[in-house]
């Protein structure tokens, strides 16, 4: 009996050996396919091991002939390196060495283009050389191959194969010490790398040059001044196509095909190597056959082809060059369609959601997942949008050469399976653990989903998509874009069935009610309801104690605000279209410390118990970085403006919207409080040259969407950053202020000009503007000659043909003009003016070159102006002034004057210059809106009336 009983127990422990030995050689199976998977071997040099050419080596000997689309990067770099001079004199000013870096991604043609400027220059330099680096860098190599270029002149440099690093870089310095060198650094990767390499060229102020070639942002700041290079236009997208293919376009056989060549082309990008790529495969084939390549272009066509290896081969380096944590960031993206706009902040939602984001001490995982984002961006593997607003990079693209590698490597590690409107089954079993189903309208056959983690379905039929019942451990469910029916929201009473779900998004959807289960959803961090038609929030939501995102800014209504929205406290981001203007839904905002993100729009009026207690509880959410803030008013804005008087922002705050109103720029508002603010948005009533000032001092502002009213001089250092702004004239910029601008709205108002009598000489100082690129210039007509509007915008074209950078201008005029019968009453009614013995001083305008900005809040009113009434009043009792036949101009068209004067206020024109003299004439009447304070924001349209220049 006793033997038996060991028996059964030597049985079991053996049972239990076998079972933990088979969990053995499956981990060590999951190791050894992992290290398959990510190439390890690829990222340590390998001494022993087989290497392959370069496939860029070639672009080093391609002849000047065989390069198309080459000639203006080619001239635009070499004017950067030589400031315009072609000879081989050295100016004084070029005595100082230059380092440009070639920026784009892979397969752009850098090299090419590096190459060809190298071989332009070359002979003006006494020594010179071109080393690429590439993506695993052996310094002393690189160091080494300098020195025999540069020294292949020198008879006795010795065996260099013997000298370490720093020996080298020593001889290196003692040759290059009284030489004028140009050297090309190919290819560099890793600034560790550079930053050895750097040591050896020295400054010898000998106008030396440098060129670097690089993938990767951080690389090219770091080395100088950055060429970003484009990619190719349509026009020489489609010369280097046919070039590789016939031999030229007049020499194609089949009459120009060119429907699917332009399908062909606009696939490619404008990249070269992508244009090379295709054209080799499609070489040799009948016509007939191009779309069916078209159709398979990337890594999949099968061809044995050189031109395919080497692309595929470029890719790979920066894929491989990535960390592991981006790697796995990059093959999710696979799971959006060609061309498809990829919204920033939903995708770093999603790779939380998926759990490639690390916890960091200290900060947020979205703030992680940002860096990943930006990372991606910056070594060339994304290309990124301003999608919201200029200059604010919001969202993304993927490069469809790219994104057919991403989709490669995904399905080779099952990483991420895609179902388009071609696929008719899912492979049984399924063994997929990201599904991605896109454009599809056929129904799934194979319903068994096991291992699904994530699904993502994109422009998809209702019918087409499987039940929420089929998965059992779903940690991520979007459904952008899928028409479901309003009375039946696909299967969303299953959603108790999903514990570990973190991301789900119904962006798009016509659903118009969430069940009360979503309260079982734990786990769930996100929660997209963008573009729906959802009313009302179920009280559920507010046991997700998890949530860090909520987008219920749903179609134009608003919802009804539930009152436990305090009950939200891991929120970050909460985007909210309103219905409720109660006052315990903003109590209940200031428990919600963890925001960074606020967006509020209110579909209702709000009173002043609302708006006292907004405020208190903004006090209290001290993480915020964008705020945006929309709604109208039942009371003015004067009374208003109290209730923002204690409020002390964030210091982290960057993106200030605020869409209802000051009467005036708050106290708070000053580049102490707000040092990183980067873009600007308030309603403001009264803005004055001070608050321009202030505006000025803010060391990050990059886009200042209110109006500058006319008549501002900006000094040098204003604005440093600002990159888009709109300003009404009169303007002057002096030299030195907004040195990053590139994107200017001017607001001419051709009448106010003309009434104040303002020479058009302050257009010029655009050319002061020494990066602007873009000017908008809107040309106000109402009550103005055809002469006059004339003489405005010449003067504005002849700004923009002047300027060295030769800005885009995109002219707009708006507004009715005079007409002959207007001009007719005109001089009439001069005449009867002119013979008239006393004009009254309340319709007596004077020729002064100040503005005027009529200030309706007479309660508020400044002691300036009180002064200014005063001596107006004394006035009155003297004789009226002599008439110009400029004054009788704008006297002849002024209104009735009311019975009751209205208060002025006046900003000095150019108050920088303390003008307003009082030996001035009376002020001239240009309008408040049309040269003063006008606080519209620049994406909105407004409607201003140029009658009111004459208006007192």
């Known amino acids: 009996m006793v033997k038996m009983t060991n028996l059964f127990t030597k049985g079991k422990t053996r049972h ?83 380092m440009v870096s070639i920026l784009g991604p892979g397969g752009l043609g850098k090299t090419t283009l590096a190459k060809a400027v190298y071989d332009t220059l070359q002979t003006q330099f006494e020594c010179t050389a071109f080393v690429p680096v590439g993506r695993n860098p052996e310094v002393k190599k690189v160091l080494r191959d300098i020195l025999l270029e540069v020294g292949k002149k020198q008879e006795h440099i010795g065996d260099v194969a013997i000298l370490d690093e720093r020996q080298l870089i020593n001889i290196l310095q003692r040759l290059l010490e009284n030489a004028r060198y140009l050297i090309v650094i190919d290819d560099i990767w890793d600034l560790e790398a550079w930053n050895i390499i750097k040591c050896a060229l020295l400054d010898n102020n000998h106008g030396s040059r440098v060129i670097t070639t690089t993938r990767i942002l951080d690389v090219a700041t770091n080395t100088g001044d950055i060429y970003k290079l484009k990619p190719l236009s349509h026009h020489l997208s489609e010369e280097l196509f046919y070039t590789r293919l016939f031999g030229g376009k007049d020499k194609c056989p089949f009459g120009q095909p060119a429907e699917v060549s332009d399908k062909i082309l606009q696939k490619c990008g404008g990249v070269p190597l992508a244009i090379i790529t295709i054209a080799s495969l499609l070489a040799g084939k009948p016509m007939e056959d191009w779309s069916k390549v078209f159709n398979s272009i990337g890594f999949g066509s099968g061809d044995s082809n050189t031109d395919v290896e080497n692309t595929r081969k470029i890719l790979l380096f920066s894929y491989y060059d990535l960390p592991y944590y981006l790697r796995s960031c990059l093959l999710h993206m696979s799971v959006y369609p060609e061309d498809y706009l990829i919204r920033k902040d939903k995708l770093i939602w999603q790779w939380v959601a998926e759990g490639f984001v690390s916890e960091e001490p200290g900060v947020s995982l979205f703030e992680t997942g940002e860096r990943y984002f930006n990372e991606l961006a910056n070594r060339s593997m994304i290309q990124p949008v301003e999608y919201r607003q200029p200059y604010t990079i919001d969202a993304c693209r993927i490069h469809d050469m790219v994104l057919d590698m991403i989709c490669l490597l995904s399905k080779q590690q099952n990483f991420v399976t895609i179902l388009d409107s071609n696929e008719k089954n899912i492979p049984s079993p399924c063994n997929a653990r990201r599904l991605a189903v896109q454009n599809r309208a056929v129904p799934l056959t194979n319903m068994s989903m096991p291992k699904v983690r994530s699904w993502y379905a994109i422009m998809c039929d209702p019918n087409a998509l499987p039940s929420l019942s089929n998965f059992q451990v779903l940690r991520v469910l979007d459904m952008e874009k ?65 949530l860090k995102c909520l987008h219920a800014d749903v179609n134009g209504v608003g919802i009804t605000v539930p009152n436990w929205i305090g009950n939200l406290t891991s929120l970050e981001e909460l985007h909210l279209n309103a219905a409720d203007k109660s006052c315990i839904f903003v109590k209940e905002l200031r428990k919600l410390t963890e925001l960074r993100v606020l967006f509020c729009r209110l579909t209702a009026d709000v009173d002043e118990c609302w708006m006292k207690c907004f405020v208190e509880s903004l006090c209290n959410l001290r993480k915020i970085q964008v705020l945006g803030l929309y709604f109208s008013l039942t009371q003015p804005t004067s009374e208003l403006d109290d209730y923002w008087k204690g409020y002390e922002p964030p210091r982290q705050l960057r993106d200030l919207c605020i869409q209802h109103g000051f009467s005036r720029v708050p106290a708070w508002f000053n580049c102490s409080l707000l040092p990183n603010l980067s873009s600007l948005d308030m309603e403001v009533g009264d803005f004055g040259e001070q608050d321009v000032l202030n505006f000025g001092g803010l060391p990050e502002l990059t886009c200042l969407w209110n109006a500058i009213p006319g008549g501002m001089e900006f000094p040098d250092g204003a604005f440093p950053k600002l990159r888009i702004c709109r300003v009404h004239a009169p303007f002057r910029f002096l030299q030195g202020s907004m040195q990053s601008l590139e994107s200017i709205y001017i607001i001419v108002h051709v009448r106010a000009l003309k009434d104040a009598s303002t020479d058009l000489d302050f257009i010029g100082s655009l050319g002061d503007l020494p990066s602007v690129r873009r000017v908008d210039a809107q040309i106000g007509c109402n009550g103005a000659s055809a002469s006059d509007i004339e003489k405005v915008k010449a003067a504005v074209r002849q700004a923009i043909d002047t300027h060295p950078n030769r800005p885009t201008l ?28 006393c004009l009254d001083h309340t319709t007596s305008v004077g020729t002064s070159a100040q503005l005027i900005n009529d200030n309706n809040d007479e309660e508020e009113e400044s002691d300036s102006v009180k002064t200014e009434q005063k001596s107006d009043h004394e ?42 003299s009082s030996n001035s004439a009376a002020p001239s009447t240009a309008g408040s809106k049309q040269c003063g304070g006008s606080g519209q924001g620049m994406g909105r349209q407004e409607a201003e009336d140029d009658s009111e220049a004459a208006q007192p």
């Open 16 to 98: 239990q050996i076998a079972d933990a030995m088979r969990d053995i050689k499956n981990r060590a199976q999951e190791v050894a396919d992992r290290h398959n998977r990510y190439r390890v071997d690829d990222a340590v040099a390998n001494a022993a091991g087989k290497h392959k050419v370069d496939p860029r080596l070639l672009a080093l000997y391609k002849t000047q002939k065989e390069l198309v689309g080459i000639e203006d990067a080619r001239n635009e770099l070499t004017n950067m390196l030589t400031d315009g001079v072609g000879d081989g004199d050295v100016p004084k000013k070029q005595h100082m060495m230059k």
């Open 482 to 546: 899928c028409g479901f029916d309003k009375d039946h929201p696909y299967h969303l009473e299953h959603f108790r069935r999903l514990p570990q779900l973190r991301y789900l998004g119904l962006k798009g959807t016509y659903i118009s009610k969430l069940p009360e289960e979503i309260g079982e959803l734990k786990f769930l961090q996100t929660l997209d309801l963008r573009s729906t038609y959802i009313r009302e929030l179920p009280e559920s939501i507010g046991l997700l104690r998890q």
């Open 810 to 837: 995109h002219l707009d005029a708006y507004g009715l003009p005079q007409t002959d019968e207007e001009k007719s009453d005109l001089e009439q009614t001069k005449q009867e003016l002119l013979v008239a013995p």
């Open 875 to 916: 006035d009155e009792n003297r004789p009226g002034p002599h008439l110009t036949e400029s004054s009788v101009d704008i006297a002849s068209t002024s209104p009735p004057v009311p019975a009751q004067r209205q208060t002025w206020r006046r900003w000095a024109w150019f108050a920088c210059l303390n003008s307003g």
